[in-house]
């Protein structure tokens, strides 16, 4: 019977666990694959009559928005005021941070945003007001170039 063996041996790298101790090495690998995991959880933290708080867990990615924006788009039409909590986000792709940062220049409260998330949403918030149409003056009316010879 042969043993297999790692093509790269991560004992060998600097940072981590040493292979004498299991358990720190156990604790270490769930910690990277909890921070690395692309789940989203959705949680209501707080829900009145008044305001609902969504509570995101996670990586927000592309393939949660649907649901994401049906929640939002039912709590906004419900009257409420709308906030999400984004203090333990880990990781955002573009799509959702474009999302986000829609969402909150038409009222949704961002709530411990990760500083990360929160550049991004302000430099996604500031290319999309630039990319709104402008009204440009209306120019004269063209006039024919007539013939000077």
């Known amino acids: 019977m042969t043993s297999l ?14 292979a004498g ?4 090495r156990d604790k270490f690998l769930a910690r990277l694959l909890k921070f690395f995991s692309p789940v989203l959880r959705i949680e209501t933290a707080l829900e009145t009559p008044g305001e609902v708080l969504l509570r995101l867990t ?5 393939e949660y928005l649907v649901i994401l ?5 039912e709590a ?3 009257g409420r005021r ?3 909590d984004l203090g333990a986000v880990t990781l955002a792709d573009r799509e959702s941070v474009e999302l986000l940062a829609l969402r909150s220049s038409r009222g949704v409260v961002l709530e411990r945003c990760p500083a990360f998330l929160r550049e991004w949403i302000r430099r996604e918030t500031q290319q999309l007001a630039s ?3 402008t009204v440009l003056p209306r120019s ?3 006039r024919a170039i007539t013939n000077r010879a």
């Open 140 to 142: 004269p009316q063209p």
């Open 82 to 84: 709308v906030g999400l």
């Open 69 to 73: 924006e049906h929640l939002l788009d």
């Open 131 to 133: 990319l709104r149409p």
């Open 76 to 78: 906004l039409e419900s």
């Open 5 to 18: 063996r790692p093509i790269v041996n991560l004992h060998d790298r600097p940072g981590f666990p040493s």
């Open 21 to 24: 101790d299991p358990e720190v």
């Open 58 to 62: 996670g990586t927000i990615s592309e």
